[in-house]
T-cell receptor
Framework: SAVISQKPSRDICQRGTSLTIQCQVDSQVTMMFWYRQQPGQSLTLIATANQGSEATYESGFVIDKFPISRPNLTFSTLTVSNMSPEDSSIYLC????????????FGQGTRLTVV | SQKIEQNSEALNIQEGKTATLTCNYT??????LQWYRQDPGRGPVFLLLIRENEKEKRKERLKVTFDTTLKQSLFHITASQPADSATYLCALGSSNTGKLIFGQGTTLQVKP
């Protein structure tokens, strides 16, 4: 299993500003995933972050808006840039166990409100 | 495009009864399917995984079935308890990417 610490747990931000969310894992993992969960909605994958390479973004998400860093095998950050109220959401980081078809572990999420 | 559908309406049942949640999908051939529990203000927690070549999986009071012909999974909680009240998400996985596609979830309310 993996324990994921995500910071901050919540924040209220002004539109036009940026917020960086940190994700720390208690073990080394190859792939980390960033999801967005809008109110009342399911999880939508933003990007996959591999250590040592650029993140791979899903359709509808771009690096300029959601830059991701992955400096080592236990840490990643997601930045939400130039925020607007539509970015208000819960952002979650996730890792999977060894091998692909195993369970995913999630952080507790960052609840972002943009005003 | 890929689509996953779960019961959109909340499921209300009496304590002790069996809760059955449905997950249907289209335009996808997953290598495996997973069920997660999510409580308010928390990230999802893994419950069960079933692979494409498996028909049924059990874990304590939980049972999941997987019918790749019908493109459907059923998730059962037997002898339900108020503590089982939560939102339950199904997720489809690809064996070569590790990415998961989630359904919108079904909220279960177990009344004492």
């Amino acid at each position: 299993s993996a324990v994921i610490s995500q910071k901050p747990s919540r924040d209220i931000c002004q539109r036009g500003t940026s917020l960086t969310i940190q994700c720390q894992v208690d073990s080394q993992v190859t792939m980390m995933f960033w999801y967005r969960q809008q109110p009342g909605q399911s999880l939508t994958l933003i990007a996959t972050a591999n250590q040592g390479s650029e993140a791979t973004y899903e359709s509808g998400f771009v690096i300029d808006k959601f830059p991701i860093s992955r400096p080592n095998l236990t840490f990643s950050t997601l930045t939400v840039s130039n925020m607007s109220p539509e970015d208000s959401s819960i952002y979650l980081c996730s890792v999977t166990g060894s091998g692909f078809n195993t369970e995913a572990f999630f952080g507790q999420g960052t609840r972002l409100t943009v005003v | 495009s890929q689509k996953i559908e779960q019961n959109s309406e909340a499921l209300n049942i009496q304590e002790g009864k069996t809760a059955t949640l449905t997950c249907n999908y289209t335009n996808y051939s997953p290598a495996y399917l997973q069920w997660y529990r999510q409580d308010p203000g928390r990230g999802p927690v893994f419950l069960l995984l079933i692979r494409e070549n498996e028909k049924e999986k059990r874990k304590e009071r939980l049972k999941v079935t997987f019918d790749t012909t019908l493109k459907q999974s059923l998730f059962h909680i037997t002898a339900s308890q108020p503590a089982d009240s939560a939102t339950y998400l199904c997720a489809l996985g690809s064996s070569n990417t590790g990415k998961l596609i989630f359904g919108q979830g079904t909220t279960l309310q177990v009344k004492p």
